[in-house]
């Protein structure tokens, strides 16, 4: 049986061209806020770099090395290059076609992209014939704290697009069954196969559009054919099917429902609908929902390293990821919101749009999303900021809709522009206080750049830098050499050898670290249970024990290995120790390597107060740690003479003394530390260029960053 067609929807009294103009505006809002930034760092030499500031996220490096090499045409073999990531691609597109250098583009990428949240946010409120809702809202959302925090200006990154793209989904999704316009069934599918190729997030949002969709049809929508196309066509898009086929599905199942418009029962369409959810089910679609409950936002399950018998239970960066983790309400309201007030505001406008509009709650699954934050980490909190935001603008303008009943006539429309203007102010104050106090500086020093920069001149493509995971990006895009591991690539596994190298003595780490880059370069993989087998070694301890034997015969030299440790590791230096000083058996963390750094923050007599309880004898004989009073073995003081040469003044202070102590007087910063902190390649390498010549080479000295080269 055939449904009865519905009278067609009123359509916007607000002209498109104002529409537009509005929409223009909330673009040029969002662009101009986020070029604060640039005004408040133009005039730090220091944050440049080829004349254009440098970019201030260091995943942002990631895509940049694959854009380079897209350009430059060529990349190495292992160097992991991102060349065929949508990001890389798109911003080679645009180096190549637009008037403006590398630097200069992926400086502006996220200003220019990410304000384009402001165009499915306004698209969403004209649907329902709420313009002015969605301009205030695109206004408040677009500047929000969570999602201003990740398009800044300098944030290169993936988080450009990663909220548009789900939200364009919702918005076409809308229009669809709102309008019941049959011959554009395909744009919200289209959205979810083009935004899988950029962020699995948008897997997330389609699939809970097509359940609430499903569910809303089954209670108020049973007898309506487009519901039963729409979501014949969506789910398709849904498929775990190549991308190519998604596409042309989609496109010839949408001019077959044009064409057979006319003869589509709900019977028919309803056995389709069925047979595409079968479907679905048995292309394994359902495989994200396992993804995500075996995630580790809700299990914090051990990696193992299995093979042969041994099972090594390594130390996981998740347990130093702060956005991985709970966070406190205030904190989740403020990123959202501004501020718990306008949070409660936003939630209450969001529900009375929704009580108003119900098809509505096809935006809910992003709402979920982002309030996942508060189990997930604060990373999810801006997939909620555009319905909050709207959620606020909505609440405000009922309130002010409200006030005019107890208002004489005349100053009706006064009244309610001023209490309109008013709240969306009074909910933009805090977003744009977060703003001009958020001085992110950039990922690296000009200074750091120059060191790498030199060393890329002086090294071979194919050569290794050993550092921290933190600073892989950016190195291999600087030095356009390779690393173990990196912002995307730092598992416990491939963290381990890294951190052993720089906690163990010399010679235990010069020879990790040239046991880790070659098996890395080995075309079948290989690892720590590798290496055992490979030396015929069984016990974990015994064979890490050997390396720090001058006589253990490391793997042939294949290329060049090079240690950058820079000053900046200082800061993490305790936290990189944790990944090596863990019981592999067990996983359970031995005892912590003692390590401070600290200034000198008042004279307290014939002590210096360093903080955090720990203070110094000025006689340079003993420290007071946690109220303890420790003799000091040895003292160090490091400093640069007039030609930027590293002096060291060591003084033997008391054998029997657990504490080393050194001061580096250029810095004003002492160290206070216990032997295997002391007698680490690091500290030895680093801060007190000690290091033993028949292993390193001193390739670059700096203040900033110290580069040695691998001799064996």
Request: net charge neutral; aromatic share 16%.
């Amino acid at each position: 049986m055939k449904t009865v067609a519905k009278p067609p929807l009123k359509s916007s009294d607000m002209p498109f061209g104002v529409f537009l103009f509005l929409m223009l505006l909330a673009y040029a809002f969002s662009v101009g806020i986020r070029l604060i930034w640039v005004f408040q760092f133009s005039g730090f030499e220091q944050f440049v770099w080829n004349g254009e500031l440098m970019i201030n996220t260091n995943d942002g490096y990631y895509f940049a090395e694959g854009a380079r090499d897209i350009l430059n045409g060529f990349h190495q073999p292992n160097d992991l290059s991102p060349i065929s990531t949508p990001l890389s691609l798109l911003t080679a597109f645009f180096v190549k076609t637009l008037p403006f250098s590398f630097e200069t583009v992926i400086l502006y990428m996220s200003t220019c992209i990410g304000s384009l949240l402001v165009v499915p946010m306004m698209l969403f409120a004209r649907v329902f014939q709420e313009e002015w809702v969605g301009f205030s809202g695109a206004l408040i959302g677009s500047i929000a704290v969570s999602y201003y925090n990740r398009t800044m200006t300098g944030y290169f990154d993936t988080d450009m697009l990663v909220v548009v793209l789900p939200l364009m989904v919702v918005c076409f999704s809308l229009y669809v069954l709102h309008f019941e316009n049959q011959k554009v069934l395909f744009i919200a599918p289209l959205f979810v196969c083009f935004g899988l190729l950029w962020h699995p997030a948008v897997l997330h949002v389609g699939n809970g559009v097509f359940a609430i969709t499903l569910v809303y049809m089954l209670l108020f929508e049973r007898k309506n054919p487009i519901f039963y196309q729409f979501l014949s066509i969506l789910i398709i898009s849904l498929m775990t099917l190549d991308m190519g086929l998604k596409i042309a599905l989609i496109i010839a199942l949408n001019l077959l429902f044009v064409y057979f418009k006319e003869r589509l029962e709900v019977k028919i369409l309803l056995t389709l609908l069925f047979t595409c959810i079968v479907a679905y089910v048995v292309l394994g679609g359902y495989g994200w929902l396992m993804i995500v409950f075996k995630s580790e936002y809700f299990t914090r399950a051990v990696i193992n390293d299995i093979a042969s018998g041994n099972t090594f239970n390594y130390f996981e960066v998740l347990n130093t990821v702060r956005e991985a983790g709970n966070i406190p309400f205030e904190t989740f309201a403020h990123r959202i919101s501004g501020s718990t007030i306008g949070l409660i505001i936003s939630v209450a406008g969001y529900l009375l749009f929704v009580y108003r509009y119900k098809l509505a709650l096809l935006s809910l699954p992003m709402v979920i999303l982002g309030f996942f934050a508060l189990r997930g980490g604060l990373r999810f909190t801006v997939f909620a900021v555009p319905l909050m935001a709207l959620g606020a603008s909505f609440f405000i303008f009922m309130v002010a809709k409200y006030i005019q009943n107890f208002i004489t006539k005349e100053a009706q429309k006064v009244a309610y522009g001023v209490f309109v203007g008013v709240g969306v102010m009074a909910m933009l104050y805090p977003n744009l206080q977060h703003i001009v106090n958020y001085k992110v500086p950039t990922v690296f020093m000009k200074n750091e750049v120059q060191t790498l920069d030199l060393l890329g001149k002086q090294a071979q493509r194919e050569d290794y830098v050993v550092t921290w995971w933190d600073y892989g990006y950016p190195i291999r895009y600087y030095s356009d050499m390779k690393t173990l591991i990196d912002g995307g690539k730092h598992s416990g596994s491939v963290n381990f050898p890294v951190s052993f190298s720089l906690l163990s003595d010399q010679v235990a780490g010069a020879n990790m670290a040239r046991l880790a880059v070659e098996y890395t370069e080995k075309p079948s993989g290989g690892g720590l249970v590798q290496m055992m087998q490979d030396y015929g070694e069984k016990n974990v301890t015994t064979f890490l024990n050997s390396l720090s034997n001058k006589q253990f015969s490391p793997p042939a030299k294949t290329r060049d290995v090079y240690f950058y440790l820079p000053d900046r590791m200082l800061s993490i230096f305790p936290t990189v120790a944790l990944f090596s000083t863990i019981d592999l058996k067990t996983g359970n963390q031995q005892k912590k390597p003692f390590f401070y750094a600290g200034s000198p923050m008042a004279d307290v007599g014939d002590k210096v107060d360093l903080g955090n309880g720990v203070l110094f004898f000025k006689d340079a004989t003993k420290v007071v740690v946690g109220g303890q009073t420790l003799p000091i073995n040895t003292f160090v003081l490091t400093s640069y003479d007039a030609n930027k040469k590293l002096t060291r003044s060591v003084k033997h202070v008391d054998i029997s003394g657990s504490v080393f102590v050194i001061f580096m007087k250029d810095y004003n910063r002492f160290l206070v530390l216990d032997y295997t902190m002391f007698n680490s390649l690091f500290i030895q390498l680093y801060a007190l260029e000690n290091y033993d010549p028949e292993l390193f080479e001193a390739t670059i000295l700096t203040p900033y960053a110290k580069v040695y080269r691998l001799k064996r």
